[in-house]
């Protein structure tokens, strides 16, 4: 059983590249996947497919992609291929929040748990971006001033059997 991880570490660069696509789906969520095999870090974008569902099936997907992802099952295959073939692990599951903080939801827990079996990915850190329109030069600012923080990191934690926050540290090559 993998250990849970107690605090997320990241290259800098992963994290710029997930900023950059959720910025880039504005206003819809985006959602994605980082591999890693130990030391690289490979981030994975997945087409987020819930306008699809919801515009088909609005009773069993009553949102839209301003408020929820689905990932493709295509992309998603292909990660896991990806990870079998060259041996990379899922590291974190990510996906956006537009005009929202970056909180884990009641629906992000149900997405990533098996009801009360525990998480879908054990080991893998859930990560939240938040990205605004209006208030993104702020943000910028205040986050180079180091006053906040614009993603946060959750894993499962087995003796809360809940997703709890854990610190990002965020590193950048030399
Ligand atoms: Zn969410």
């Avoid at 660069?13 to 130990?38: N, R």
């Avoid at 149900?110 to 054990?122: F, V």
Wanted: contains cysteine.
């Amino acid at each position: 059983m993998m250990k849970e991880p107690e605090v997320l570490e990241l290259h800098s660069e992963t994290l710029d590249q997930i900023y950059v696509h959720a910025k880039g789906e504005f206003p819809d969520e985006c959602c994605g996947i980082i591999l890693s095999d130990g030391t690289r870090e490979f981030v994975r974008k997945c087409r987020n497919v819930q306008n699809e569902r919801h515009a088909k099936d609005p009773d069993r997907y009553p949102r839209d992609a301003r408020t929820a992802y689905l990932m493709a099952e295509d992309d998603l295959n292909k990660i896991h291929q990806e990870g079998r073939d060259k041996k990379r692990q899922i590291k974190v599951l990510y996906h956006s929040h537009p005009n929202h903080d970056a909180y884990f939801s009641e629906k992000d827990k149900a997405d990533a748990t098996w009801g009360d079996w525990g998480p879908t990915y054990p080991g893998a850190v859930y990560l939240v971006v938040s990205v605004y329109d209006w208030r993104r030069f702020y943000l910028w600012l205040l986050e180079k001033l180091g006053l906040v923080k614009t993603a946060k990191a959750f894993a499962w934690n087995e003796d809360d059997t809940d997703f709890v926050e854990v610190p990002i540290h965020a590193k950048r090559e030399a």
